[in-house]
């Protein structure tokens, strides 16, 4: 789609909202699984055009991690701007270097183009089919989500919590004797816990002075 923003950018204040549903064909660089939908809207805001609005794309990658297809779906914030009368209106034109680019007309909004971009930003680096997908298994390849594949471990998993690995494990052992001797004295000196613990023990009072009111109930 094509938009023809002549009578917008030729009056300052006018704003127009359009539908977009946009097909993309596999060679055009952007990995979704269906059209991309959603709606815009095109302001003239005095000095420039402004392109505002939501898109929703449903895109299909694979795992960064374990290589398997995922799907889901972006919601894109748009929110361009472009340059007002004082640039002239060739900015409005995206030269997609195609021949029928020259047809393009002033004050046109090529709507595919400029969709395509967004999702192209939109679209994440690295997905993962889920947050805690085990990837694949350095040594044998198995796809580690579907179980263990018995391979041992060279080195400690990611996330570990001191993350080290083997070409460590020497000066591991040799600072591991240093940190438990200084362990054992320990970071608090015994008795720091029960400081401001004071047990508040019962007062006894002698049977005359207990409770006025249920010695003396009122009626
Ligand atoms: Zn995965
Ligand atoms: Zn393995």
Redesign the pocket.
Known sequence: MKIDLANIAGTPGARAGFEISERFGPAEGIPVAGPVTGEITVENTGSLLLVRGRLQAAVEMA?A????G?QQTLEIEVEEEFAGEDAGPEVLTVDREEPEASAISDYVLDVHEFVRQQVAVAAPLAP???PD?Q?VCPQCGQNL?LGPCGCVPERFPEGSPKGSDSRWAKLGELLGGQQQGANEAGPHPAGTAKRGQVQRSAIPRSPGECGDERAHPRR
């Open positions: 795992c991690r374990c290589l398997g995922l993962v089919c889920r997908c990837g989500n």
